[in-house]
């Protein structure tokens, strides 16, 4: 990423700070997968070892139909993994960043799933993050409103991957949401010089961007 984007990136954050009144923490929530936990990783490796998929030449891209690989096949073993309770999935959040989170912003993770994953989500937050996590699950359906529905639930900064939220937070300026996108996703979205989107390297990137803001914000003596 260039320095362009990181000062836009800081600067957002600085935005959102000047807008929490009373001196309330600001909101913060985090998306998951790809963002908080290494999950496309590990699915991608079960699809190209039980299917010979090959992921070589597509890179980081969501758009993948040129392997042969389907929805289909990525949500079979995605589902298949959660409900192992994500044991072969690593986290991409330090456990030392999520705690500096939970103590200075109100932090949640956040992620749109159904049922059939939600139970092995909890209990991998809890392993790698303790009880004191809190996390919000939201319906994935439909499927082109999840976006929607993880911006309603009214963070000030929402961290995520998807190329989705990102377009979403278009018509979300004008209700004050902000958008830190991981760069995975960085050459899928037109708009990550919107006021409203930056793009930060990932999750931990993210953190140290709020961290350094909200010591701008308040000054060092407040910390």
């Not at 309330?24 to 929530?29: D, E, F, M, S």
């Not at 456990?95 to 992620?111: H, I, P, Q």
């Not at 989705?164 to 991981?182: C, Q, S």
Request: glycine share 8%; net charge negative.
């Amino acid at each position: 990423m260039t320095e362009v984007e990181g000062s836009h990136a800081l600067d957002l954050v600085l935005s959102q700070l000047s807008k929490t009144n009373g001196g309330r923490k600001l909101k913060v929530g985090m998306d998951v997968d790809d963002t908080a936990a290494r999950t496309s990783e590990v699915v991608r490796d079960l699809m190209k070892e039980r299917h010979g998929f090959d992921f070589s030449l597509v890179g980081n891209k969501y758009d993948w139909s040129s392997t042969g690989a389907t929805d289909k096949h990525f949500m079979d073993i995605y589902n298949e993994l959660w409900q192992r309770d994500g044991e072969e999935i690593e986290p991409i959040l330090g456990r030392e960043t999520f705690a500096l989170l939970n103590e200075k912003v109100e932090f949640s993770f956040v992620s749109a799933r159904g049922g059939n994953s939600s139970d092995g989500l909890y209990k991998w937050i809890y392993r790698h993050y303790g009880k004191t996590a809190n996390v919000v699950v939201v319906n994935p359906e439909p499927y082109d409103m999840h976006g929607i529905r993880k911006l309603e639930r009214g963070f000030d900064i929402l961290i995520d991957d998807s190329p989705y939220v990102a377009a979403t937070m278009k018509d979300e300026i004008a209700r004050n949401r902000a958008l830190l996108l991981v760069n995975r996703w960085e050459e899928a979205v037109a708009c990550r010089h919107e006021p409203n989107t930056a793009v930060v390297k990932d999750a931990e990137h993210a953190a140290r961007v709020i961290f350094e803001a909200r010591s701008l914000h308040v000054g060092p003596m407040q910390e």
